[in-house]
């Protein structure tokens, strides 16, 4: 018996980490707060798997930088109940929400961080350590996500 032929292999990148570091933090200290992003398509992404603790404008900071990566629309499954600042309820669960927030909408309607909430530096990491959106460990977080 012959095996059948495969034509041609492709390997997609979809899925990236966040994670979230405290102000001042170098190579080697632990991160506080992770967030795993699946590429839904080249504009939208779902966020989910959060874990440590985050303050809003540590989340505007990633959502800045995914604005800056041609993402548009973000998605994240809360618990029931639990909301998504500048988020819309798309889809209803039994126990966990789907809401969708429309990045341009949301960062034009809220201009400037929240007063007093300084984000803590941020690493961006994929499967592609080349990848031109990743912080390098050791970089003090800078309000962008250039390297």
């Known amino acids: 018996m012959n095996a059948p032929q495969i034509g041609r292999v492709d390997i997609e990148h979809v899925a990236s980490v966040a994670r979230f570091y405290r102000p ?3 190579f080697g200290d632990p991160h506080t707060a992770t967030i795993y992003i699946t590429w839904q398509t080249p504009q939208q992404v779902l966020l989910g798997a959060a874990t440590g603790r985050l303050a809003r404008s540590d989340l505007r900071a990633l959502a800045e930088a995914l604005l800056d990566q041609g993402i548009e629309t973000i998605q994240a499954y809360r618990a029931k109940g639990a909301v998504v600042p500048g988020g819309i309820l798309i889809q209803g669960g039994e126990q966990y929400d789907l809401w969708q ?3 341009v909408l949301t960062l034009a309607a809220h201009p400037n961080p929240v007063p007093g909430d300084t984000p803590g530096r941020w690493s ?3 499967c ?11 970089t003090p977080w800078t309000g962008s996500n250039a390297s």
């Not at 080349?130 to 050791?138: A, E």
């Open 24 to 26: 001042g933090a170098v």
């Open 124 to 126: 961006f990491e994929t």
């Open 101 to 103: 927030v429309d990045l």
């Open 128 to 138: 592609d350590e080349s990848d031109s959106h990743i912080t390098p460990k050791g």
